[in-house]
């Protein structure tokens, strides 16, 4: 007798700008999987408000219900969150999404630095010979560092302020064994590349010999080097390839390491996100949010010509972590890959106007999901 479908709830978080338009997307392409897989899983969409749609709606960034329904889903897809309109004033927009964070103790985010289409090298701002073969996942400790650690803002009378870099043991081991497990669904495993300031910080010290000891004793398979967070900065401009692989990194170095590889594939619009709770292993989800790595863009909202590229493929990351659907992400991001291939590998050449082309929002999505349909008919089980 065949097993029943599993049912799974999404939170959809639409959020400010574009983040609506490239969300709609992103849904069609899990509504698909969910018809054509039918018989593997069902899917139940419920959709909340973050950011300056939640503060004009609520007067909060982020409503206790909403919370509510995050905490209760097996993921949650993001749009953007932002904008002049609530640029200054309390609250902030995205003082919702630090809480989201926080609440469901989403201590890992993850950023893969690879191109979707071999044919999107050219639009590189570096030369083809240093970006071409680029492949890492950038792991960043998302709820413990500078950004939660002690502060004082400073006043008129002392003119002094500081902030504090705290980090436990625990909360290092537990990132490390992330980036581990990461590491290992590769064949062969992902080298590890943690990245401190062990020459100067305490708070870099403590986490040097903790990764150390982790991957010593736990994952004595795997290769783990050690790099200055300046040095990698370096190396992430001068040679990017020579840290394919997992790079492993504290919050705020994270922060800054991940915006500067971010720029390496060309467009914002393309690079998707995972914040998790947890190890992502087979047979064992965990909870996860998911979104592209772009802001709101509200010079662009509601004209219908933003890249949902990056949502679509965040929507491949929820399948694989979140739902356990390795197949069928594979699926997605193989979809991707032939819609922006160029037309000569026997692509559709697709570009919206990030990358110098005419296709809208929607065109965009319409061709991933016909493409999508034929790569989920071809999945064997």
């Not at 914040?275 to 709101?296: A, D, F, R, T």
């Amino acid at each position: 007798m065949a097993a029943s479908p599993k049912q799974s709830t999404v939170v959809l978080l639409p959020g400010d700008g574009v983040g609506p338009e490239v969300i709609a997307q992103a849904q069609r392409v899990l509504e698909l999987v969910a018809k054509v897989r039918s018989h593997k899983v069902k899917i139940t969409f419920k959709t909340e408000l973050i950011g300056g749609a939640s503060i004009d709606a609520t007067g909060t960034p982020l409503s206790d219900s909403a919370l509510a329904s995050c905490k209760a889903a097996d993921a949650i897809l993001l749009g953007a969150v932002g904008g002049p309109k609530w640029a200054t004033g309390n609250p902030r927009p995205e003082q919702g999404l630090l809480a989201l964070r926080k609440s469901l103790d989403l201590y890992a985010n993850l950023r893969p630095c690879t191109f979707a289409s071999e044919a999107l090298v050219a639009y590189s701002p570096l030369k083809e010979s240093i970006v071409k073969g680029v492949d890492f996942m950038m792991i960043r400790e998302l709820v413990g560092g500078i950004y939660f650690g002690d502060r004082k803002e400073a006043t008129e009378e002392d003119g002094y302020a500081y902030d504090t870099l705290p980090y436990s043991k625990a909360e290092v081991e537990r990132v490390t064994r992330l980036a581990a497990a990461l590491a290992l669904q590769h064949e062969p495993a992902w080298p590890i590349h943690s990245i401190d300031k062990a020459n100067v910080l305490a708070s870099s010290r403590l986490w040097r010999k903790t990764v150390t000891e982790v991957i010593e004793k736990e994952y004595p398979q795997l290769k783990v080097d050690h790099h200055l967070v300046d040095s990698a900065a370096m190396f992430l401009v001068r040679n990017p390839r020579s840290l394919n692989g997992v790079i492993l990194t504290e919050n705020m170095f994270g922060d800054i390491l991940s915006d500067e590889a971010s720029v390496i594939p060309g467009s914002l619009g393309l690079l998707p996100s995972a914040s998790l709770n947890g190890l992502p292993e087979k047979g064992k989800p965990c909870l996860g949010v998911y979104e592209p790595i772009h802001g709101s863009a509200p010079d662009i909202a509601g004209q219908g010509i933003a890249n949902p590229v990056g949502t679509i493929l965040s929507a491949a990351m929820l399948l694989r972590y979140s739902l356990d659907m390795e197949a069928e992400a594979v699926a997605v991001e193989t979809a991707v890959r032939k819609v922006l291939d160029n037309v000569e590998s026997a692509g559709f050449g697709f570009r919206t106007r990030d990358l110098g082309g005419d296709k809208s929002t929607q065109e965009m999505g319409d061709k991933v999901l016909e493409v999508l349909e034929k790569e989920l008919q071809s999945i064997s089980a």
